[in-house]
């Protein structure tokens, strides 16, 4: 196994100089468009002992069809030089926003650091020190990201089980070696953050409609950046142990919209309602005992709704029949609201005029 692994996240990223790079999440970063030239400055890696031997340096990357991703690295046992004939620290100078990026990237070629052009996975066995200097830059336009940087001290998992006379660093049975070690790493890796995809908090967002079909919930994959999502899941469960009650309809409603609703059974309603409403009564609601009405004050836009359809259809009662009204807003009127002849009330809505619009004073109302 490797020895210490060092995660490049958020909190390394924001120590050091991030320019024309957006932080997403933990540890994406994205190439802001606008830009031409992309600049991410670490500072120094402290790995405590001197002389320490690194192995790998890899990381995730997508980058558009014209960019280009250079990678310098260099690990030394100073932290320091000597500039103007006055001593400065490396990481302060790296990280120091007012210092031009050109006269940075010298800084790299001069102390001999190690060059990369568009790589993602690369060998550190001739790099040798105590701190570990690393600039990322990318040029070009497009949609360029980088994520999960990871630093590791050893490199590779195999080389101890092998006699003395094969250990010998950077030779080409260490490198041959290294291509397995790779792959070994990565499936542990991956391994090792089970726990975290199959954690309802922590899973990847795209994961959700898996984990619901696996609870019996049917979502489909376009539900699956829905805020609500997250909340649903974790509630299925309790859900599918009151599936077919009034209760789990109103819970997934609330689930979805954020707030609670109405819900009206006809079969109950109408034993509160006059002979002479009873037909009015079944126009709104329903004359069938099965008939249930669930009342949503709030606007829906028609995605949410076919979604929320296929969730209640799933948890409704046998035989029941549901209908969904979404109230709009009204205004009300106290009992000392008087309006003159030909008034009427109305709805502000908001309205736009083009550039070629023109008011036509007494005669054109907009409403």
């Given at each position: 196994m490797a020895a210490v692994t060092y995660s490049i996240k958020k909190n390394r990223i924001k120590k050091g100089l991030c320019?024309?790079?957006s932080l997403e999440n933990e540890d994406v970063l994205t190439a802001v468009p606008t830009e031409q030239e992309h600049y991410l400055f670490l500072h120094g890696i402290d790995a405590v002992k001197e002389d320490m031997t690194w192995g790998r340096l890899h990381f995730e990357m997508q980058l558009s069809e014209n960019a280009v991703l250079l990678v310098y690295v260099r690990a030394l046992n100073q932290d320091s030089f000597y500039r103007n004939g006055k001593e400065t620290a490396i990481s302060a100078f790296l990280t120091d926003p007012e210092e031009p990026d050109n006269l940075k990237v010298k800084f790299f070629q001069e102390i001999g650091a190690k060059r990369c052009?568009?790589?993602s996975d690369i060998l550190l066995y001739e790099q040798s020190g105590r701190y570990?200097?690393?600039?990322?830059k990318v040029i070009g336009e497009g949609v360029n990201t980088i994520s999960h940087i990871r630093l590791e001290q050893q490199g590779d998992n195999f080389m101890d089980t092998f006699p003395e006379i094969y250990r010998e660093r950077d030779s080409f049975f260490h490198r041959y070696l290294s291509v397995f070690s790779s792959i070994y790493q990565d499936f542990q890796e991956n391994i090792d953050q089970?726990?975290?995809?199959l954690d309802l908090d922590t899973c990847p967002q795209e994961m959700l409609p898996m984990y619901g079909r696996w609870m019996g919930i049917e979502l489909g994959d376009e539900c699956k950046d829905e805020p609500w999502l997250r909340t649903l899941i974790k509630e299925a469960y309790r859900l599918n142990c009151m599936r077919g009650s009034k209760w789990a309809i109103e819970r997934i409603a609330e689930i979805v919209l954020g707030e609670p609703v109405v819900?009206?059974?006809s079969n109950?309603?109408?034993?509160?309602?006059e002979e002479t409403g009873q037909e009015q009564f079944k126009t709104l609601y329903g004359d069938s005992p099965y008939d249930v009405t669930i009342l949503?004050?709030?606007?829906?836009?028609?995605a949410l709704k076919s979604r929320l359809m296929l969730l209640i259809n799933q948890y409704r009662p046998i035989r029941s029949r549901i209908h969904i009204v979404y109230l709009k807003e009204a205004g009300n009127m106290d009992y000392h609201t008087y309006m003159d002849m030909n008034a009427r009330m109305i709805c502000d809505n908001a309205g736009q005029l083009d550039t070629d619009a023109q008011y036509m004073d007494g005669i054109v109302t907009l409403q």
């Amino acid at each position: 196994m490797a020895a210490v692994t060092y995660s490049i996240k958020k909190n390394r990223i924001k120590k050091g100089l991030c320019r024309g790079f957006s932080l997403e999440n933990e540890d994406v970063l994205t190439a802001v468009p606008t830009e031409q030239e992309h600049y991410l400055f670490l500072h120094g890696i402290d790995a405590v002992k001197e002389d320490m031997t690194w192995g790998r340096l890899h990381f995730e990357m997508q980058l558009s069809e014209n960019a280009v991703l250079l990678v310098y690295v260099r690990a030394l046992n100073q932290d320091s030089f000597y500039r103007n004939g006055k001593e400065t620290a490396i990481s302060a100078f790296l990280t120091d926003p007012e210092e031009p990026d050109n006269l940075k990237v010298k800084f790299f070629q001069e102390i001999g650091a190690k060059r990369c052009v568009n790589m993602s996975d690369i060998l550190l066995y001739e790099q040798s020190g105590r701190y570990l200097y690393l600039m990322i830059k990318v040029i070009g336009e497009g949609v360029n990201t980088i994520s999960h940087i990871r630093l590791e001290q050893q490199g590779d998992n195999f080389m101890d089980t092998f006699p003395e006379i094969y250990r010998e660093r950077d030779s080409f049975f260490h490198r041959y070696l290294s291509v397995f070690s790779s792959i070994y790493q990565d499936f542990q890796e991956n391994i090792d953050q089970v726990d975290r995809l199959l954690d309802l908090d922590t899973c990847p967002q795209e994961m959700l409609p898996m984990y619901g079909r696996w609870m019996g919930i049917e979502l489909g994959d376009e539900c699956k950046d829905e805020p609500w999502l997250r909340t649903l899941i974790k509630e299925a469960y309790r859900l599918n142990c009151m599936r077919g009650s009034k209760w789990a309809i109103e819970r997934i409603a609330e689930i979805v919209l954020g707030e609670p609703v109405v819900i009206l059974e006809s079969n109950i309603m109408k034993a509160y309602v006059e002979e002479t409403g009873q037909e009015q009564f079944k126009t709104l609601y329903g004359d069938s005992p099965y008939d249930v009405t669930i009342l949503i004050n709030r606007h829906v836009t028609e995605a949410l709704k076919s979604r929320l359809m296929l969730l209640i259809n799933q948890y409704r009662p046998i035989r029941s029949r549901i209908h969904i009204v979404y109230l709009k807003e009204a205004g009300n009127m106290d009992y000392h609201t008087y309006m003159d002849m030909n008034a009427r009330m109305i709805c502000d809505n908001a309205g736009q005029l083009d550039t070629d619009a023109q008011y036509m004073d007494g005669i054109v109302t907009l409403q």
